[in-house]
């Protein structure tokens, strides 16, 4: 009996031995700098330039965080650009109205939706984050934090925004318009009534995931209307012990079924970021069959670093910056 007591003790204290030293191989494997490739994407062919901002803070062993942060102002302050931040395409009155949300790898995010006058909303979403006690702040509650902040306000309505709006008032028609950012981006903005989002996820060197997302929503959108983006497991979902993943395209299918959160979840079950990609995209059309003729894609990148996106529709396209290659654009791919 005794014997029988010292065997089981002795086993028990070999596995708890052996547990502890597979977690501390682990970690001990993740904290090794550079030992984790970094690697970062975005969503649409803005997202080149974006990484390449975001790929100047991972190369130095910077944190996912900083990263998507810097590459996410890069579109928001692009005057060609009619879909983020300065110079996005207004709403039905008018207003340029911004949506952001960033999360890190601790589970802590913030977001502003709807806010006005402030060029860079997800820097506004990093010190909702960082300085309060919320998540998310909206309207003029979220345009008056971020002039206490220290942020200009400004204006953000172009001459030709305001040209291309007065054009969609003629008729008034609103009707989302699948891959449009391929259109107006360094195409012929103001004759295209829709426009998208950069969405964007990091992984640094220290094995740390962080993801950001910023839009100025679809364009001619109802004032007050909120997308995806900014609502935390719509647009943007970061879980560090598995993934990250964010969206693009009409917001409003992707909140229905909490886009970004079960395209995570799915990858916790052990589907590759593309497979997870694909059935949220496939569960949208399930649940609305009419889904197939809008627009909404997917993007994901595991803790592995591995990445894969998945759309509606042919058109979506994603940007990848790693140490190998910094401007590649990789057409996803589509269920139609
Ligand atoms: C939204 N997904 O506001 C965002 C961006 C967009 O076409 O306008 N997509 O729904």
């Given at each position: 009996?005794?014997d029988?007591?010292?065997?089981?003790r002795?086993s028990?204290l070999?596995?708890?031995l052996l547990l502890?030293?597979n977690r501390a191989a682990?970690?001990?494997?993740?904290?090794k700098?550079?030992?984790?490739?970094?690697?970062v994407?975005?969503t649409?062919?803005?997202?080149?330039a974006?990484n390449?901002?975001?790929?100047?803070?991972?190369?130095?062993?910077?944190?996912?965080?900083d990263?998507?942060?810097?590459?996410?102002?890069?579109?928001?302050?692009?005057?060609?650009?009619?879909?983020?931040g300065?110079a996005?395409?207004?709403?039905r009155?008018g207003h340029?109205?911004?949506?952001?949300s960033?999360?890190?790898?601790?589970?802590n995010c913030?977001?502003?939706?709807?806010?006005?006058?402030?060029?860079h909303?997800?820097?506004?979403?990093?010190?909702?984050?960082?300085k309060?006690p919320?998540?998310l702040l909206?309207?003029?509650?979220a345009?008056?934090?971020?002039?206490?902040?220290g942020f200009?306000?400004e204006?953000?309505l172009t001459?030709?925004?305001e040209?291309?709006w007065?054009?969609?008032?003629k008729?008034?028609n609103?009707?989302p318009?699948?891959?449009?950012?391929?259109?107006?981006?360094?195409g012929?903005?103001?004759?295209?009534?829709?426009h998208?989002?950069?969405g964007?996820?990091?992984?640094?060197?220290?094995?740390n995931?962080?993801g950001?997302?910023t839009?100025?929503g679809?364009?001619?959108?109802l004032h007050?209307?909120v997308g995806d983006?900014?609502i935390?497991?719509?647009?943007?979902y970061v879980d560090?012990?598995?993934?990250?993943?964010?969206?693009?395209?009409v917001?409003?299918e992707?909140i229905r079924n909490?886009?970004?959160?079960?395209?995570?979840?799915?990858?916790r079950n052990?589907r590759?970021?593309e497979?997870?990609?694909?059935?949220?995209v496939?569960?949208?059309?399930?649940?609305?069959?009419?889904?197939?003729?809008?627009?909404?894609?997917?993007?994901a990148?595991?803790?592995?670093?591995?990445?894969g996106?998945?759309?509606?529709?042919k058109?979506f396209?994603?940007?990848?910056?790693?140490?190998?290659?910094?401007?590649?654009?990789?057409?996803?791919?589509s269920?139609?």
């Open positions: 009996m005794a029988r007591r010292r065997f089981l002795d028990m070999a596995s708890s502890g030293a682990r970690a001990q494997d993740a904290s700098s550079g030992s984790i490739a970094p690697r994407i975005s649409w062919d803005f997202g080149v974006a390449q901002a975001a790929w100047a803070v991972l190369a130095k062993n910077g944190r996912a965080l990263a998507v942060e810097a590459g996410a102002r890069i579109p928001e302050a692009d005057l060609k650009n009619h879909s983020v300065r996005g395409y207004p709403d009155d340029v109205s911004l949506d952001a960033i999360m890190d790898e601790h589970g913030g977001a502003v939706a709807g806010i006005e006058h402030i060029a909303p997800i820097s506004v979403a990093r010190l909702v984050m960082e309060t919320h998540v909206v309207g003029e509650g345009t008056q934090f971020a002039i206490e902040q200009p306000r204006e953000l001459p030709e925004s040209k291309a007065r054009e969609w008032l008729t008034a609103y009707k318009v699948a891959n449009s950012e391929v259109k107006t981006y360094g012929t903005p103001g004759d295209k009534n829709n998208d989002t950069i964007m996820l990091a992984l640094d060197a220290h094995g995931l962080s950001a997302c839009t100025s679809m364009a001619w959108k007050g209307r983006s900014p935390i497991g719509a647009g943007l560090n012990d598995v993934g990250a993943a964010t969206s693009t395209g917001g409003e992707v909490a886009g970004s959160f079960l395209v995570v979840e799915l990858m052990g590759s970021p497979a997870a990609c694909r059935e949220a496939e569960r949208i059309l399930r649940k609305k069959p009419g889904a197939k003729d809008l627009q909404v894609g997917f993007l990148i595991n803790k592995h670093g591995e990445v996106a998945w759309a509606i529709q058109g396209s994603y940007a990848v910056c790693d140490a190998k290659k910094q401007d590649a654009l990789i057409a996803a791919k269920s139609f």
